[in-house]
């Protein structure tokens, strides 16, 4: 698509330059039992350094939006960058570290609690959101970061001659869908959030 071509949203309304938000594909991770709070918290530093099981397959939509996209960025997370590699193997890919995951620190108030992977994460982005940082990233700093990312993922759109594909990661993702919808852009797709899921803003014309 060219950025004088239009598509439509499910409204009927003309919407020109789209920005697509995929969370990556499957981790090469085996799976963990329960974990105390320091077990969570190296399972989640090595979920950071692995890449995507090598019989993990792009679905055939994200092949087509990388196909057309003008743009194609990644965060430098191997898993995210091996994504963008696995839909557009021959593109150049810009890589960076802006579109980075948020961190998930487990809190200290849970010390010898055991719980799965999944529960642990759930409470570690629940007290993370409260204000727990763990000496990372916050919440409010990670805020600004997505406002800035979103706003380069705008520049990218406005500059380029077609749409622009950002492989990246679940909760991120998320805080910069918040941030293009307080710039005015309108969510025309909702892909889910598994591994692959997308979702696309639009800029009314």
């Not at 950071?48 to 087509?64: K, N, T, Y």
């Not at 995951?101 to 108030?109: D, G, K, R, T, V």
Request: proline letters at 5%.
């Amino acid at each position: 698509m060219t950025g004088t071509e239009l598509s439509q949203g499910s409204s009927g309304t003309e919407f020109a330059g789209r920005i697509h938000l995929a969370r990556h594909g499957k981790p090469d991770l085996p799976a963990r039992g329960w974990l105390s709070r320091a077990q969570f918290n190296a399972w989640w530093s090595e979920y950071g350094r692995v890449g995507l099981v090598a019989s993990d397959q792009a679905p055939e939509i994200l092949q087509g939006i990388a196909a057309r996209a003008a743009a194609i960025v990644a965060s430098p997370a191997p898993r995210a960058h091996e994504t963008a590699r696995a839909l557009a193997a021959n593109r150049d890919i810009v890589i960076d570290v802006i579109y980075a995951e948020a961190p998930l620190p487990a809190p200290w108030i849970l010390p010898y609690i055991q719980m799965s992977p999944v529960i642990w994460g759930i409470t570690a982005r629940f007290t993370w959101w409260l204000g727990y940082a763990g000496g990372g990233e916050s919440r409010y700093e990670a805020e600004l970061r997505a406002r800035e990312a979103a706003d380069r993922l705008i520049e990218l759109a406005a500059d380029g001659d077609g749409d622009v594909l950002l492989c990246g990661h679940g909760w991120f993702n998320h805080m910069m869908a918040r941030e293009l919808k307080r710039r005015g852009w309108i969510k025309i797709k909702a892909g889910g959030e598994r591994f692959w899921g997308h979702k696309t803003f639009a800029s009314p014309v």
